[in-house]
């Protein structure tokens, strides 16, 4: 069974620092695109970062020049280095993967982690 887990969450200060890390675990053959998303309360999941198999990046506009993801393929992780945090930063930070597993059978899907709360205080 294919599982991603997130960590790294916290509390902050704003301008602070958190690096958050996604694992991927289970039968895995191959991952395709890793992304951060983000969710503050009432409002709608966001994306903030992608990053292909081949490290090609894209940032949603908030997150240009603060924040930077990147992939360890070995460790089947994805990490999401974030500088000068802000408070409208706060919310909980979901990765997702597009992944290629076998089981009783092949199977191509996207996961989700369970989320890590980031909460950045002003």
């Known amino acids: 069974q294919v599982q991603l887990v997130e960590s790294g969450g916290g509390l902050v200060q704003a301008g602070g620092s958190l690096r958050l890390s996604c694992a991927a675990s289970g039968n895995i053959y191959s991952i395709n695109d890793m992304v951060w998303f983000r969710q503050a309360p009432g409002k709608q999941r966001e994306m903030v970062a992608s990053?292909?198999?081949?490290?090609?990046?894209s940032y949603a506009d908030s997150a240009k020049g603060r924040f930077t993801i990147s992939r360890d393929n070995l460790k089947k992780t994805v990490y999401l280095q974030m500088n000068s945090l802000k408070p409208e930063d706060t919310a909980v930070y979901y990765c997702?993967?597009?992944?290629?597993?076998?089981?009783?059978?092949?199977?191509?899907?996207?996961?989700w982690g369970q989320g890590t709360q980031v909460t950045v205080s002003s």
């Open positions: 997702s993967a597009d992944i290629a597993s076998w089981g009783s059978t092949w199977q191509y899907q996207k996961y």
């Open positions: 990053i292909t198999s081949g490290g090609d990046t």
